[in-house]
């Protein structure tokens, strides 16, 4: 079992260290609080030690506990600190060995494994100063900076400067980083093909699978970016997003992003052919009966990644959704285009926009097949055998 101390700073995202606290309790997990004054306005102590069962710390200069060195007894009996919500103010605090209340106190007197998981407005965030202590704590050892969640903020604002979901910090503590120091490029979601300035073609992919694969990548370490079609899906935390629309938007995204990464993962569901020469005005029916499209067809994205030269080339990974003869069609895609895995989907089993998926891994020397399962706990075993054959 291991002693986790939970440091609580001033930010509205304070409630979420207690649901936290307790995922990590039903993990095996040993926890304690210490408060700083500002977290006192969000979170109550009381609350605190109902949960936890230990007290709750909040003043440096207890006469009490520090008759006994409470600061040091407590940086001592941590396995890790988590600090979370972590402020601004506390982060630099922490880059710069400012000691001036019991958090910042036990920071520097403990030699336990430090997570951190930031939580402040978006330009707080963004501000030179933030990144520049975030790059600090960052580079040390025993640190471990958890990325910010995107979306609505307290103050009615949009962006980056989330603390993570208390499932999302658990899982950190749960999920090997195995994947530490590689750079992995996803695809996902499906293309759209311009017919005229209303209508396309496009097709059933939700893009959850690439999805739950970057997530479940960037939790085990990965630099991730994820090169998206048009989807109604949250950016994935600690996730880079690159946004684009038809086939030819995203071989240049792809092409683009491949040659720095260690490993290519195409699961976009990506349009075959294009309309050869869309009309540029919403096009009108003039008559009944029959219309002609002449489409042409798209570059095969993860075909060209796989053609890239030795020095460029990812470890390439593709996708064969098929809806007969699944086996044999991915086979065969595996070998035309010359790629290092191929991950075959037999799409008529309903898993367009399903939160499960049933899947086979394939290579040259295997043939690994996968249960039936939650698409994020698909994701978890699909990184763990390709982290395998890579290595």
Known sequence: MKNILIG????????????????LQKQGYKVRFVLTDAAQAFVSPMTLQAISGEPVRSALFDQDAEAAMGHIELARWADVLLIAPATANTLAKLAHGIADDL??????????EVVIAPAMNRLMWAHPATQANIDVLSARDNHRLLPVGEGEQA?????????????????????????????????AGPT??????????????????GYALAAAAARRGAAVTLITGPTTLATPAGVERIDVVSAQDM????????????????????????INEPHAQKHKKTVHGALSLELVENPDIVADVASLARDKRPFTIGFAAETEQLLEHARAKLRAKGLDMIIANDVSEGVFGSDDNRVTLL?????????????????????TEILKQKI
Not at 103 to 112: I, K, M, N
Not at 253 to 270: E, G, K, L, Q, T
Not at 363 to 383: F, G, M, W
Request: glycine content about 6%; aromatic content about 6%.
């Open 103 to 112: 958090l910042s106190t036990l920071y520097l007197a403990t030699d336990a």
């Open 251 to 274: 071989h240049t995204a792809a092409m683009s992003a491949a040659v720095s990464a260690d490993v290519f993962i195409a699961a976009a569901a990506v349009s075959d052919y294009r």
């Open 8 to 23: 609580i700073c001033g930010g509205i995202a304070a409630y979420k260290s207690i649901e936290t606290a307790r995922l």
């Open 363 to 383: 290579s040259e020397s295997q043939e690994i097949a996968l249960p039936r399962q939650n698409k994020t706990a698909l994701a978890k075993c699909l990184l």
């Open 192 to 209: 759209r093909e311009a017919i005229d300035p209303v209508r396309y073609l496009t097709n059933h992919s939700s893009g959850k699978m």
């Open 155 to 187: 103050c009615g604002e949009f962006g980056a400067g989330r603390m993570l979901e208390p499932q999302e910090i658990v899982a950190a503590f749960t999920s090997p980083q195995d994947w530490q120091g590689q750079k992995v490029v996803i695809t």
